[in-house]
């Protein structure tokens, strides 16, 4: 299957400071989008992306599908503790009806 | 209903036995898809449906893994003769084929753990 990779693994920050992830891929993509997974919990879309150079905000996140189609970004401004949960990226291929998923980030917020 | 359901929950078997995982999907939505998520890792692709059409079964691991969604609504996975191996949570999830917005909506899962 597709390989998407997520960086960085991990991230352990400050409550109130900015995040940035992001996910790449050696295939184009036509839709991307970014979940976030809580324990126990399925994963919940948060910004869904159409369009090469397309940005897209959801409150205090914005993501952007990268111009080469190959790569998007997940920015969170002033991030709060209900921020810390695992963070997913998906894209489709075409117009296939299967979506292939990222590694992960895992953010932890320190209050 | 409001959102997909998933049951069990949580299910603990004994290698060997047979497992059966249900999905309720988002009444409407004609598009229903299985994901297994092994520990500290994304989503899988199992296998994908349009009503009761399985149209691509390509991520299903091995011919112990079987789906179906006789009347285009519930879905049943079923794995036979359980390994450790198939330990993992199970993710449904139906796509709104209407809306032009080719979003997952997710369950929360079954997590399988496998004796």
């Known amino acids: 299957g597709q390989q998407l990779n997520q960086s960085p693994q991990s991230m352990f920050i400050q409550e109130g400071e900015d995040v940035s992830m992001n996910c790449t891929s050696s295939s184009i993509f036509n839709t991307w989008l970014w979940y976030k997974q809580d324990p126990g919990e399925g994963p919940v879309l948060l910004i869904a992306?159409?369009?090469?150079?397309e940005l897209t905000s959801n409150g205090r996140l914005t993501a952007q599908f990268g111009i080469t189609r190959k790569d998007s970004f997940l920015n969170i401004s002033a991030s709060i503790p209900s921020d810390v949960g695992i963070y997913f990226c998906?894209?489709?291929?075409?117009?296939?009806?299967?979506?292939?998923f990222g590694t992960g980030t895992s953010l932890t917020v320190i209050p | 209903g409001a959102g997909v359901s998933q049951s069990p929950r949580y299910k603990v078997a004994k290698r060997g036995q047979d497992v059966a995982l249900r999905c309720d999907p988002i009444s409407g939505h004609v598009s229903l898809f299985w994901y297994q998520q092994a520990l500290g890792q994304g989503p899988e692709f199992l296998t994908y449906f349009q009503n009761e059409a399985q149209l691509d079964k390509s991520g299903l691991p091995s011919d112990r893994f079987f789906a179906e969604r006789p009347e285009g609504s519930v879905s049943t996975l079923k794995i036979q003769r359980t390994q450790q191996e198939d330990s993992a949570v199970y993710l449904c999830a139906t796509r709104d084929s209407d809306s032009g917005a080719n979003v997952l909506t997710f369950g929360a899962g079954s997590r399988l753990t496998v004796l």
């Open positions: 998906a894209g489709r291929l075409g117009n296939g009806n299967q979506f292939y």
């Open positions: 992306l159409y369009k090469a150079g």
